[in-house]
């Protein structure tokens, strides 16, 4: 119905188009607030000329626009050449990068994302959404993913595939993540070991993916446009199409545009690897009768999906007031169970034309749902028959004004005031009447189910809540630049307690079950200074101290049976300190009259206290009614992390360069809920979490070059993305334990869970051919894999499974079975009128 109604509004709309209307509407793509900061391109004959604004050569940086948080950047002019938005992060300090033509790519999301310095993804196959890394930070509030400005809050489980009795190959897994399809997206905004404004929430930084637009939809100031892709490639990847429609009209002082777009693909695992072998059928058979062949890394029946996006928008201007309404649908039917999500968004600005008065409003309001299918198993409980649902309601809204005052002669200051509210829940709905019929000491004897680990550790429920209230500051003096931002942020956690701790478990206070609440205050701070020395040297230097509250996952997540709810009650935020240096590089004409380069350098360090990690640890006062002697909990640690980050973008006209290269190094704690391994063996396995992380470090370097020319006057491209990557590791299959489960030593942790390297990974080449046959038809080829190469790819979910483990415990052998996509062929057609 929704669906409808946005369509009858259009069909509605263009009935009052004609041929005589005045000028269009201005762009309501969603404005940064434009706090002055340095520029790279600052020269001296620009300080001699700074009385004359034409001349000089200015970058402002946002500190993020309030009506969508999104990091942008002021238009800037040099030589009367506008820059492109994915060339001003050579102009604006800090660790900041932009990605444009994510719609037009024929790289998948991931390796769009992974091509970003600093910047990497977690790839599990079962989710179906995209999982952000930066700087080996994954995950709610370590990294905060946006759409259009508003955090994502989505927490996926999928099925299990095989049950314990069986081998168990692989537990269900969870993550969080964005679900949204790479066709409606434009751009990808990152900042790194900064923020600003309400992003109060964050530890490593943000990355906001850009939808697409009416001024994306439309061409030539047109009042009409409509846009068509579809693409299809071998290997199992399938087809991809999007559609969309927009259209605009004036009524005087009044401006109104609205588009509307659609978008699926069809997704398969079954896919060769290189070499040309395909793992799932040459595997040597189902010996554990659990859908796995033997050898395989995952059963790719389960992984198939085809989901569906719906995209609305309404943008509106009178005079002084601009107004975007915006509606987007996500349906899907991923490892056992139904995805969808809505989320609504209403975004204002009222600007006068005042220094002193800039007003910027968001509210947005999501809502997902995952319903299980009948015969779904998670952490081996019957989800399905006891007719799972799972539920998550997130509501964002920020509101601020920004001014802009000159102080004296070269010196001006910018400020932003604002407020910030947002509000985060999970909640489950189960049949416990079914498992009372079916289900006896735990174990559910007519399906081979049980009820110990899956009670409390499915989608754990819970309340966050943030308020926020933030003042960002901008000074600007001749060529030194300053921003000072600062927020302070009170913060609740809650939940209903179905059952209480046990009553040796030292780290829960109070130990009753009922409702629980947790509350606490913190300060965050981001401070960066720069001088603009020369336009190919800008040196920047920054410190940022951010933290992270636990999330619902984190601190209330327990793996034990329904007796006890166990969790660490005395859990605390995370807390970074990051200290940055670089200098950034930007000119017209280095070497020709019209070629642009663009350089950037980032050596950062962060230390993480309170580091949240979590482990099973010995007990062994609890030897009551002869329970084991154990249990699971979140805790606090310590880490730390460093490296550099660098960029590098050049464009003569027939040739272009576009390169980056990340080396770093992390000393993180090992959660056990990162090791998805869950077989029937007693002598290594999680038995009751496995795949409830996100095993997260970043390989120790990595690159992403991508050369090519254009020819025949720009309408053939010929190009190349060459892929490094450097060590990389994964966690090892094999967690053997450290003690007999009723001979345990206080505080000891039960397993011992280690990582191991993958075989080396070789660079990846993949090859394209971009034909523009017309000024409204695009044609691209590429070839993915080139030298069909068999290799592991890094951070995939399934690189540490138990399938890699199909010999047994003890012997501490492991396969190296999670093979990459061997050579695929894709096109892909994009159509604009």
């Not at 090892?732 to 001979?743: E, G, M, R, V």
Request: aromatic share 14%.
């Amino acid at each position: 119905m929704r669906i409808l109604l946005f369509c009858a509004i259009i069909c509605g709309f263009f009935t009052f188009l004609n041929a005589d209307s005045k000028s269009n509407i201005e762009s309501s793509k969603q404005d940064s607030i434009k706090l002055v900061e340095s520029n790279s391109q600052n020269t001296q004959n620009t300080q001699q000329d700074s009385k004359d604004s034409k001349q000089n050569i200015e970058s402002n940086k946002s500190v993020a626009s309030s009506d969508s948080d999104e990091i942008e950047f002021e238009e800037i002019n040099i030589a009367a050449n506008k820059i492109k938005n994915d060339e001003k992060p050579f102009v604006t300090p800090g660790a900041v990068s932009t990605r444009e033509g994510v719609l037009d790519s024929t790289q998948n999301l991931d390796q769009v994302i992974r091509s970003i310095p600093g910047t990497f993804t977690q790839i599990d196959q079962s989710q179906g959404t995209i999982s952000v890394n930066i700087r080996n930070m994954t995950g709610l509030g370590r990294v905060n993913t946006e759409i259009d400005g508003v955090t994502q809050t989505f927490f996926g489980s999928s099925e299990d595939q095989g049950r314990y009795h069986s081998g168990g190959k692989l537990l269900g897994t969870s993550a969080f993540g964005a679900a949204i399809d790479q066709n409606l997206i434009v751009g990808i905004d990152v900042e790194r070991g900064s923020f600003s404004g309400g992003r109060s929430n964050q530890l490593a930084g943000s990355a906001n993916l850009r939808t697409i637009g009416v001024d994306d939809i439309m061409r030539d100031s047109k009042h009409f446009g409509v846009i068509g892709k579809f693409g299809y490639g071998d290997n199992k990847v399938g087809p991809n199409w999007m559609a969309g429609v927009a259209g605009r009209h004036t009524f005087s002082d009044f401006t109104i545009g609205v588009m509307y777009a659609y978008s699926g693909r069809y997704t398969q695992q079954g896919y060769k690897i290189g070499g040309g072998t395909n793992p799932f059928e040459n595997a040597g058979g189902d010996v554990a009768d659990d859908g796995v062949p033997q050898g395989a890394p995952f059963n790719p029946t389960h992984l198939t999906q085809q989901p569906n996006n719906h995209l609305a928008k309404i943008e509106m201007k009178y005079l002084a007031n601009s107004l975007l309404l915006s509606y987007r649908r996500y349906d899907n039917h991923l490892a056992g169970r139904v995805i969808s999500q809505d989320a609504y968004q209403a975004t204002y600005r009222y600007n006068p034309k005042s220094n002193l008065i800039d007003i910027n409003a968001l509210l947005a309001y999501g809502y997902s749902a995952q319903i299980y299918d009948e015969s779904a198993v998670f952490m081996w409980g019957p989800v399905g028959k006891m007719d799972g649902k799972a539920y998550n309601n997130a509501i964002t809204f920020d509101i601020n004004n920004t001014l802009l005052v000159p102080i004296i002669k070269n010196l001006t200051y910018g400020a932003r005031f604002g407020y910030k509210y947002f509000y985060n829940s999970y909640d489950k709905n189960l049949n416990y009447s079914w498992a009372d019929e079916n289900c006896k000491y735990g174990y559910c004897s007519s399906t081979g189910d049980q009820m110990y680990y899956f009670t409390y550790g499915f989608q754990p429920e819970g309340v966050q809540q943030l308020h926020t209230i933030y003042l960002d500051n901008a000074f600007k003096y001749g060529i030194y630049s300053l921003n000072a931002n600062v927020n302070y942020v009170h913060w609740n956690l809650s939940t209903d307690r179905s059952a209480p701790c046990r009553p040796t478990n030292i780290h829960c206070d109070p130990k009753e079950a009922g409702f629980w609440q947790k509350s606490g205050n913190n300060v965050n701070v981001s401070t960066m200074f720069s001088v603009s020395v020369h336009n190919l040297f800008t040196p920047f230097i920054s410190y940022a101290l951010t933290s992270r509250i636990p999330n619902v996952q984190e601190m209330f997540f327990s793996a034990w049976g329904s007796d006890f709810q166990d969790f660490n009650t005395g859990l605390r935020p995370e807390v970074a300190h990051s200290f940055q240096a670089g200098f950034n590089s930007y000119k017209d004409g280095l070497f020709l009259g019209d070629d642009t380069f663009g350089f950037k350098t980032t050596a950062f360090y962060t230390k993480i206290k309170d580091y949240i990690y979590n482990h099973t640890i010995g007990d062994p006062k609890d030897q009551l009614n002869g329970a084991f002697a154990w249990y699971f909990i979140s805790d606090n640690g310590d880490a730390d992390m460093y490296g550099l980050e660098s960029e590098l973008r050049y464009d003569m006209g027939f040739f272009y360069a576009r390169l980056s290269y990340t080396i770093q190094r992390a000393n993180l704690i090992v959660s056990e809920a990162e090791a998805n391994i869950g077989g029937g063996d007693s002598n290594s396995t999680l038995v009751n979490h496995g795949g409830q992380g996100q095993f997260s470090q970043l390989p120790e370097d990595y690159g992403n070059f991508d050369i090519g020319f254009r020819l025949f006057k720009r309408k053939l491209v010929v190009g190349a993305v060459i892929k490094y990557t450097g060590r990389t590791k994964r966690l090892s299959p094999l967690a053997n334990k450290q003690f007999d489960y009723n001979n345990a030593q206080q505080g000891q942790n039960l397993f011992n869970i280690t990582t191991e390297y993958l075989p080396r990974i070789p660079t990846i080449v993949d090859l394209y051919v971009n034909l523009y046959l017309h000024r409204n038809l695009d044609l691209k080829l590429e070839v993915q894999n080139l030298f069909d190469t068999n290799y592991i790819d890094a951070l995939y979910a399934y690189n540490s499974s138990f399938a890699s483990n199909p010999i047994g415990a003890g012997i501490g052998v492991t396969l190296f079975n999670n093979s990459a996509r061997g050579r695929t062929f894709i096109a892909s057609m994009v159509l604009r009128w």
